[in-house]
């Protein structure tokens, strides 16, 4: 079994949070479909509800990409839908939104120095 945890806000719809946790899931390659991915409640954090998504694999000699590619469907999955991941640690909101609004043109800063 595969798992990891983030925080999410409370304020955002916790079916919400479970479906782009599931999405990412399915987007993982080598994670099964059957017995299907599910989401724990781990903890009510001081300001965030920590979810666990848990998904199934019989890849274990690939659990560190297979890790890898969760964590970055997770971040693509949330940044998608407008969701803030507030864990490892989360101070407050500032003024501009933490996710991205447009999309990327493929170019590092550092090239352009």
């Not at 954090?45 to 019989?58: E, G, H, S």
């Amino acid at each position: 079994m595969v798992h990891t945890t983030v925080g999410i806000g409370y304020e955002e719809p916790q079916d919400k949070v479970e479906a782009m946790l599931i999405e990412a899931a399915k987007r993982t390659k080598h994670l099964k479909s059957t017995p299907q991915p599910f989401v724990l409640w781990v903890a009510l954090a001081d300001y965030a509800v920590n979810y666990q998504i848990n998904a199934f694999t019989t890849r274990g000699s690939s659990l560190p990409k297979i890790y890898s590619d969760l964590h970055k469907n997770i971040v693509s999955v949330f940044n998608e839908n407008g969701v803030q991941i507030m864990t490892p640690s989360y101070m407050s909101d500032p003024a501009e939104p933490k996710v991205p609004q447009e999309e990327w043109d493929g170019v590092l800063a550092s090239i352009h120095k």
